[in-house]
């Protein structure tokens, strides 16, 4: 067995057929029909079965393709290693962001990283749910993840900064006259919220505990669910209700419709690398520490009127277990 074997067996569950794993590939089709055969028989069992949609991983082939993919990644970063000490850094890097976390700060870190190493190739999941997190670590593909402080938060996390919390109200709404807007005014207005999984969702549910409010608020105070951060300040500055988002997380144009809130919310920035991570987890690690983190009652709205608890300090929302 070898490495390159893996490497086609995983391509052909990828891709569902082997002509489409060649062509990904760049090799011709024969040949990987070949290394699946020969893959099939050192091993003793059947990898794959066809079936009207492609070929299928069996069961068996389910659990050696989990295995598979471990080793060539490691593979992968045993040569990038290798390669790093030519400074000629290639390979992958898994990247996870929760939260909308680093929405400026990560793509200017990615920009000088892949400025150093051309080679390097990124992959980064967004807002990724609590399951599909669980499922890339366990994979061990994830090299670097940006979250909030939860109860599994390793010791040696590295904490780059804090994210202050604002909400998006729509055009005219009346709190837009604020400095700060008191969360208590909000009451029995509906909210933009995010998948029942999320780490967002659950910031806002301790908001509305904090604010005396139901715990699981009623279906018509919300007015839409979404998964990206992007997505729901855009529907909250249209007036469907209001949302609660980091204040990086914000995009362009949308600034006249934001503002922090009272009692401030904020969560710290953590960067999660995997242990023993290679130079290219470190490297990324250094590039976001150079980043200008938001400290907590760093957002301000310049010519508005102060609204209740201005200048107070944060107060920090726990965040479930990511």
């Given at each position: ?46 990898l ?65 990283l ?57 055009a ?26 999320s ?65 401030a919310?904020?969560q ?55």
């Open positions: 067995m070898s490495l390159r074997q893996y490497e086609y067996a995983l391509a052909v569950a990828a891709e569902g057929s082997v002509t489409a794993a060649a062509e990904a590939l760049r090799v011709a089709q024969p040949s990987v029909s070949q290394q699946i055969r020969g893959l099939e028989r050192d091993l003793g069992v059947e794959f079965v066809r079936t009207p949609a492609g070929l299928v991983p069996t069961a068996v082939g389910r659990a050696f393709l989990i295995e598979a993919e471990v080793a060539v990644n490691a593979a992968r970063r045993a040569r990038a290693t290798a390669r790093a000490g030519a400074d000629d850094l290639d390979g992958e890097l898994v990247v996870s962001v929760q939260m909308g976390f680093g929405t400026r700060q990560l793509p200017r870190a990615l920009g000088a892949r400025r150093r190493f051309p080679r390097l190739e990124v992959t980064v999941f967004e807002e990724p749910s609590s399951a599909e997190l669980d499922k890339l670590c366990k994979r061990g593909v994830l090299d670097l993840a940006l979250m909030a402080a939860c109860e599994r938060t390793p010791a040696d996390a590295h904490h780059l900064g804090d994210e202050e919390f604002v909400v998006v109200l729509g005219g709404h009346r709190q837009l006259a604020a400095e700060r807007v008191d969360l208590s005014a909000l009451e029995g207005e509906p909210w933009v919220r995010f998948d029942r999984d780490a967002l969702d659950g910031v806002l549910l301790n908001v509305l505990r904090d604010q005396d409010r139901d715990p699981a608020p009623a279906a018509a105070t919300t007015a839409a669910r979404v998964s990206q951060t992007a997505t729901a300040v855009r529907w909250a500055a249209q007036g469907l209700g209001a949302t609660l988002v980091p204040a990086s997380a914000v995009p362009h144009g949308y600034e006249h419709q934001v503002r922090p809130v009272f009692p919310v904020s710290p920035v953590i960067a999660v690398v995997r242990q023993g991570a290679g130079p290219a987890g470190t490297a990324l690690l250094e590039l976001l520490r150079q980043q200008t983190w938001a400290e907590p009652d760093a957002v301000s709205v310049p010519g508005s009127v102060p609204g209740p608890g201005s200048g107070s300090g944060p107060v920090s929302v726990s965040t479930p277990a990511a």
